[in-house]
């Protein structure tokens, strides 16, 4: 039943926006919005979601990525940041300033971007994702994982080398592409049995 005072296309974003929380626990971006609602820009998407916020239909943070959530859900889970991951050249891990088995300090997200326990954080290093809004200094949210969907953002441990780094991952013949999001950067080759999903990216919390 459509929201008294509400349009057509605003109720679809907030049903949009209930169904993506609960099937996966972070909240969905513009362009999410933009391509599931039909709509012809991220321009009219926001045009909406601005209207909805000020109406208290939901609820933003212009610090935090994929931060819309629905108002009344505001319980609070403490997330690990466990070290850096290098979005450009590799980087080794573990080392004590890098990839740690214990956090290195914590930060406190709403449950729409880290509904799962046994998400963590790792502090972004480098340029290759920025063409993704993954700046150098952003935060990652991971969920661990060990596979992954081709397009999928993961951090790629790079058994010869010792190393982990954050690109999309491609399976071609030849073995596994690993794609950074920065036109100025080259891919990187490597063979499928060097390479080991450690994790997958739900969202991404940008600095100041």
């Known amino acids: 039943m459509r929201k008294p005072g509400i349009s057509q296309t605003r109720q679809r974003i907030l049903e949009l926006i209930r169904s993506f929380v609960e099937k996966r626990g972070y909240a969905p971006t513009v362009r999410d919005i933009m391509k599931e609602c039909n709509l012809s820009s991220t321009a009219v998407v926001q045009h909406h979601l601005n209207i909805l916020e000020r109406q208290g239909d939901i609820e933003r943070d212009a610090k935090v990525f994929r931060s819309i959530r629905l108002p009344g859900r505001r319980h609070m889970i403490s997330v690990p940041v466990l070290g850096t991951i290098a979005a450009g050249e590799p980087i080794p891990v573990p080392t004590s300033d890098t990839w740690r088995n214990e956090a290195v300090e914590t930060l406190e997200l709403t449950d ?22 993954i700046d150098d200094g952003d935060i990652v949210l991971m969920q661990p994982a060990s596979t992954a969907d081709d397009g999928d953002m993961v951090a790629a441990w790079l058994k010869d080398k010792e190393e982990v780094t954050l690109k999309r991952l491609f399976r071609e013949r030849q073995g596994i592409r690993l794609q950074p999001a920065n036109t100025q950067m080259k891919p990187l080759y490597v063979e499928a049995e060097n390479v080991e999903v450690q994790g997958k990216v739900v969202a991404v919390i940008r600095k100041l």
Do not use: N, Q, W
Not at 123 to 128: D, F, P, T, W
């Open 112 to 133: 729409e971007l880290a509904r799962e326990k046994e998400v963590y954080a790792l502090r972004v290093k480098g340029l290759s994702m920025i063409d993704a809004l």
